[in-house]
């Protein structure tokens, strides 16, 4: 699960508590999110035109803007695709008059996220199969080795149907 970089924010809020906003270099240390990103989330919607510093020309990220990176960070390492980010993005300056709308949309990746850990269990189960059966082998158990692999083999059977 994606985790914001929370001794980074400690680190960086008194240096940046005068200055007027975070450098892409920091901004990315915050959200764990690349430089590239973050410059690819402006370009494409996702983030509101990002301030720039008045002499330089520079990106300043406000605290607001990294705790939106945070929550896109989140949805991205939660396997949302970005088209799906966009909505909820523009779902979010509807503000409450969208709250069913968004509702939806994360039910509807959460059932995408279910479905996929249901996979990962049927994996997994498969995989502890292969160390029985080969805990079996070595321990010299043709019976149990035999059983194990029967038991493989359905489940083979069971998941080329189900997939």
């Keep these: ?15 940046n508590a005068d200055s007027d906003g975070y450098t892409v270099q920091q ?3 915050m959200t764990g999110l690349s ?3 973050l410059r690819y989330y402006e370009r494409i919607g ?6 720039r ?18 929550v896109f960070a989140c949805l991205r390492a939660a396997g949302m695709p970005i088209e799906q ?3 909820y993005s523009d779902l979010l300056a509807k503000g409450a008059t ?4 968004q509702q939806a949309l994360f039910e509807g990746h959460r059932k995408v996220l279910e479905a996929e850990r249901e996979t990962l269990q049927r994996n997994i189960d498969f995989v502890s199969l292969k160390i029985a059966y080969w805990q079996a082998v070595e321990a010299d158990d043709k019976a149990g080795a035999a059983r194990i692999a029967q038991e493989a083999r359905a489940r083979i ?7």
């Design 98 to 101: 969208a709250a069913k709308e």
């Design 85 to 87: 980010m966009r909505t």
């Design 1 to 15: 699960m994606y985790r914001p970089n929370l001794a980074h924010y400690a680190e960086h809020a008194d240096e």
């Design 27 to 29: 901004a990315a240390a």
């Design 53 to 70: 510093h008045g002499s330089s020309g520079h990106r300043r990220y406000s605290a607001a803007d990294i705790a939106r990176l945070d």
């Design 157 to 163: 059977m069971e998941n080329s149907h189900t997939d």
């Design 35 to 37: 430089e590239h990103t």
């Design 46 to 51: 996702l983030m509101q035109r990002i301030e």
